[in-house]
């Protein structure tokens, strides 16, 4: 099986889509459902159903696409560790990360990464840490940074930076120029929250539960997908939020913002650098962990 022909598949599965599958991997369109008849052909079954305009896997496609990508990982591995025999790095290397990290604090490390070893490309997936904790599993992501420990024994968790949330309002609100909140006025107002799966919402439901307060009792008025979203909808005063301090950093300085401290809550959080238990890290990934652990992310 052509392992080219797979990697036109993956792309068609990922990005749902003939067309946009044949321009991620520079073929022609015709080209491509062409290889995928190849392949359904080969294997005696349907592979792709067309629905509307998305292309979605059929349950075939689905176990085919599992052991692609592994297939596809395992020969760029094989090629890294040739290339590291060699004195050589190169190749892709896929990290992901929660909002936070993958906003304020990976991209640094990743320009400085990439200045030491220039032939090594770095893709970022910014995404929940749910969704990073099950790229790792699921060997599409090599290794992540996310917001909250994932309860999984498959995955190793390890402390890697450090973060604190905090009650963010914005300047015309009542609590606004305050010294603190008590933890029993927060459901008097109306809240942002961040999306379940979210590593912020995590740390701060669980400092809510150990400081003996339901999440349940917020007046929760919006549920957002970012912390973009999240610190936007604060500054438009639809509700005010906890935040991650380095996400609302410059507003707070520009004074587009507040924050204050809610009392008897501990809102500091660590970031996790994440990887799959028992698995061997490539010789790319083996590197951006010796860079973070030799200083890069200090």
Same mark, same amino acid.
């Given at each position: ?5 797979? +990697?036109? @598949?993956?792309?068609?599965? +990922?990005?749902? /889509? ?9 073929? /022609? ?26 292309? %979605?896997?059929?349950?075939? #496609? =689905? ?8 297939? &596809?990982?395992?020969?760029? +591995?094989? &090629?890294?560790?040739? +290339? ?53 599993? =699921?060997?599409? &992501? ?35 120029? $305050? ?16 999306? $379940?799966?979210?590593?912020?919402? =995590? ?32 500054? /438009?005063?639809?509700?005010? /939020? &906890? %935040? ?41 990934? =083996?590197? @951006?962990?010796?860079? %973070? #652990? ?5």
């Amino acid at each position: 099986m052509d392992i080219r022909r797979l +990697e036109v @598949f993956c792309a068609v599965v +990922e990005l749902k /889509s003939f067309t946009k599958g044949a321009e991620s991997v520079c073929l /022609s369109q015709p080209s491509v459902s062409e290889h995928i008849r190849i392949l359904e052909e080969m294997l005696g079954d349907k592979l792709l159903d067309r629905l509307g305009r998305e292309v %979605l896997p059929t349950v075939a #496609g =689905q176990i085919l696409y599992q052991y692609a990508r592994r297939i &596809i990982r395992l020969r760029d +591995e094989a &090629i890294q560790a040739i +290339e590291n025999q060699k004195g050589n790095l190169s190749g892709q290397l896929v990290v992901g990360a929660s909002t936070i990290p993958g906003t304020y604090i990976l991209p640094r490390l990743v320009h400085d990464f990439r200045n030491r070893h220039p032939e090594i490309r770095v893709t970022l997936k910014i995404a929940s840490t749910s969704q990073v904790a099950e790229g790792i599993l =699921q060997g599409e &992501i090599e290794l992540g940074v996310i917001g909250a420990r994932w309860k999984d024994n498959l995955l190793q968790c390890s402390e890697m930076f450090s973060d604190e949330l905090v009650l963010t309002v914005y300047p015309e609100h009542p609590w606004a120029g $305050r010294q603190s909140v008590e933890l029993d006025e927060l459901p008097s107002q109306p809240f942002i929250l961040r999306e $379940r799966g979210s590593g912020t919402r =995590q740390v701060m439901a669980d400092a809510l539960k150990e400081a003996g307060f339901d999440i349940a009792a917020l007046d929760a008025i919006a549920e957002m997908g970012t912390t973009e979203a999240v610190r936007q909808g604060v500054k /438009s005063r639809l509700g005010i /939020s &906890i %935040l991650s301090a380095r996400a609302v950093q410059e507003d707070v300085e520009r004074g587009a913002l507040q924050t204050l401290p809610v009392a008897g809550l501990n809102l500091s959080r660590p970031f996790y650098l994440a990887t799959r238990r028992n698995r061997q890290a490539t010789p790319l990934a =083996q590197a @951006f962990l010796e860079f %973070l #652990g030799g200083g890069g992310g200090r």
